[in-house]
């Protein structure tokens, strides 16, 4: 007789639960990391969103897609403007707007930006990509 059996099948449900546990959980993320419940976006301008939020850009910057309406800096609704005005690359202007503010400062507005080249790598590139697909 298998005394040991009922416990294998207890150990074997529990299991089974935490995986479901761990799935649900990885769904939030997902709905937290996106700022919705259609996680299908995705693509990084979708978690840029988020990042735009969480990093405080909001709180000095006006911007649409964020729902942001700071005035500190620029409104990065008109980014394709102010990059054309810069001579550069929406895209490369936007990067260095990020890593680099100092480099080129917007005129009418203080230096006053703090990089955020701390970041990791992945997250510029969303936040990069947030902020280019929403000033088309
Ligand atoms: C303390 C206020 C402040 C915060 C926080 C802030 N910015 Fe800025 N930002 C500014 C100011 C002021 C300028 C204009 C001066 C300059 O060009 O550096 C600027 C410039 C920029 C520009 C370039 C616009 C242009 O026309 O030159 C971009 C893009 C930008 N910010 C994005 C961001 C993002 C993304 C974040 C969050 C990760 C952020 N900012 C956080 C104040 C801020």
Known sequence: MDTAAPLRR????????????????????????????????????????????????????????????GKVGPDLDKLAAYAKQANK??????????????????PGYPNVMASFNSLPAQQIDQLVAFLTKGSS
């Open 10 to 69: 207890d150990v074997r449900l529990l299991g089974t639960m935490l995986g479901q546990v761990l799935v649900m959980r990885q769904a939030d993320f997902q709905k937290w990391a996106t700022g919705s419940s259609t996680a299908a976006q995705g693509g990084g301008a979708a978690a840029g969103k988020a990042l735009f939020t969480n990093n405080g850009c909001a709180s000095c910057h006006t911007f649409a897609p964020a729902g942001a309406t």
């Open 89 to 106: 690359p929406l895209e490369a202007f936007v990067r260095e707007s990020i890593q680099d503010p100092s480099a080129y400062i917007q």
